[in-house]
């Protein structure tokens, strides 16, 4: 069944630490994205990328960083975990391609906690 | 550019009521617009999504949405909601082209019995 898996589904670590969200998606998407979303609700963009090799910084500024190296796997990593991290991660995927219509598909979440 | 505004944070409402939740867009260009739904501890769902065609649009769940263009909204409706219900409601919108989806900030929808 094509799907979209995060894991852990619950993380908390202190600070310093590296940490890595894993993302994977079997939905043949070449689109993905991941987004921090605060306890306030609002989804923020903060990385994406259309294709193997390919990720940008999206609208909000992060410490994180990411990579593509597979097209169905696309891992968030935080080298020093700090409190100002707390918050919910989603991975979303979506197609690419001239008739996108940007319709993303969305993990269940990482719910990170930084002491 | 584009924006999302979702007028109201949160909506209590009891149990069998009908409900609209608010969502108002803005965009030089033809949209895409969505509305997900997220339950605690989950990620978001798709409840229904307006491309083209009939502006009335039937989602999961019993919800529907009107797209209006002239007043650049996309409400979304439910006669009669349950206490399942309960969760965040997200409204998007999407042109050809652009890299990804733009979020509202989200409404709580609170079904009480």
């Known amino acids: 069944e094509a799907d979209i898996y995060q894991t852990p589904r619950y993380l908390v670590i202190g600070t310093g630490k590296k940490i890595t969200l894993e993302c994977s998606q079997t939905?043949?998407?070449?689109?993905m994205y991941w987004y921090q979303q605060d306890p306030g609700m609002e989804l923020h963009l903060i990385h994406y990328?259309?294709?193997?090799?390919?990720?940008e910084k999206g609208d909000l500024s992060s410490e994180s960083t990411v990579s593509r190296i597979r097209t169905e796997h696309f891992p968030l990593t935080l080298e020093s975990a700090r409190p100002s991290h707390t918050s919910q991660y989603l991975c979303?995927?979506?197609?690419?391609?001239?008739?996108?219509?940007?319709?993303?598909?969305f993990g269940p979440g990482t719910r990170l906690t930084v002491l | 550019a584009q924006s999302v505004t979702q007028l109201d944070s949160q909506v209590p409402v009891f149990e069998e009521a009908p409900v609209e939740l608010r969502c108002n867009y803005s965009?030089?260009?033809?949209?895409?617009l969505f509305w997900y739904v997220q339950y605690p501890n989950q990620g978001l769902q798709l409840l229904l999504k307006?491309?083209?065609?009939?502006?009335l649009v039937k989602g999961i769940n019993g919800f529907e949405a009107e797209f209006n263009k002239s007043q650049t909204s996309f409400h979304l409706r439910k006669p009669s909601v349950h206490i399942s219900d309960t969760a965040e409601y997200f409204c998007?919108?999407?042109?050809?082209?652009?890299?990804?989806?733009?979020f509202g900030s989200g409404t709580r929808l609170q079904v009480q019995p």
């Open positions: 998007a919108v999407s042109d050809r082209g652009r890299r990804a989806l733009t």
């Open positions: 307006y491309l083209s065609g009939s502006t």
């Open positions: 979303a995927s979506s197609e690419s391609g001239p008739s996108s219509y940007n319709e993303q598909f």
């Open positions: 965009s030089s260009v033809s949209v895409y």
């Open positions: 939905m043949g998407h070449d689109k």
């Open positions: 990328s259309y294709g193997v090799n390919s990720t």
